[in-house]
T-cell receptor
Framework: EPEVTQTPSHQVTQMGQEVILRCVPISNHLYFYWYRQILGQKVEFLVSFYNNEISEKSEIFDDQFSVERPDGSNFTLKIRSTKLEDSAMYFC??????????FGSGTQLSVL | DAKTTQPNSMESNEEEPVHLPCNHSTISGTDYIHWYRQLPSQGPEYVIHGLTSNVNNRMASLAIAEDRKSSTLILHRATLRDAAVYYCILFNDYKLSFGAGTTVTVRA
């Protein structure tokens, strides 16, 4: 069964550094998302991406965040200058139809 | 976002059915009812969704009240692998908004 692949599974970085989280969505999917989950808290929506542009973003997704789909297969989330509070599990999701999303296993980001 | 209310936790015995309730009294006519689950240390996983009629798939059944103000996810025979957090979500605006969900524990 096809799956969403995220790399790396764990990322440790120093505060103020840039990180790029990578995702390979399921081929032929049209809708792409990033979510995050701080330890012990609920899954939070960050951004949705459709037709090569951001379709919606949350208040969390400020100027420090950006997304790209550079080559038609990868979908990346960049955090320009990480803060301690960015430490979380980040999930990528994709959907062929918007009603049914497939999530990756996540990247655990730890900001020190 | 339209709000859903779920119990914090439920326990079940293996091989028995599990009925997970969800209240959504402010649901609008175009809101689909979605259920996802999150197994430990994994990303959310789609379970089932519906609009008005009851729905069945290989994972579960979804029973929707006639007034659509509540729904019930039914796991017909719980296994240990069904232990997870189950989220009832009203899907709108092309995104999923997760609440706290119901933590399901399955006893062997």
């Amino acid at each position: 069964e096809p799956e969403v692949t995220q790399t790396p599974s764990h990322q440790v970085t120093q505060m103020g550094q840039e990180v790029i989280l990578r995702c390979v969505p399921i081929s032929n999917h049209l809708y792409f998302y990033w979510y995050r989950q701080i330890l012990g808290q609920k899954v939070e929506f960050l951004v949705s991406f459709y037709n090569n542009e951001i379709s919606e973003k949350s208040e969390i997704f400020d100027d420090q965040f950006s997304v790209e789909r550079p080559d038609g297969s990868n979908f990346t989330l960049k955090i320009r200058s990480t803060k301690l509070e960015d430490s979380a599990m980040y999930f990528c999701a994709s959907g062929g139809v918007v009603e049914k999303l497939f999530f990756g296993s996540g990247t655990q980001l730890s900001v020190l | 976002d339209a709000k859903t209310t779920q119990p914090n936790s439920m326990e079940s015995n293996e091989e028995e059915p599990v009925h997970l309730p969800c209240n959504h009294s402010t649901i609008s006519g175009t809101d689909y009812i979605h259920w996802y689950r999150q197994l430990p240390s994994q990303g959310p996983e789609y379970v089932i969704h519906g609009l008005t009629s009851n729905v069945n798939n290989r994972m579960a059944s979804l029973a929707i009240a006639e007034d659509r103000k509540s729904s019930t996810l039914i796991l017909h025979r719980a296994t240990l692998r069904d232990a997870a957090v189950y989220y009832c979500i009203l899907f709108n605006d092309y995104k999923l908004s997760f609440g706290a969900g119901t933590t399901v524990t399955v006893r062997a």
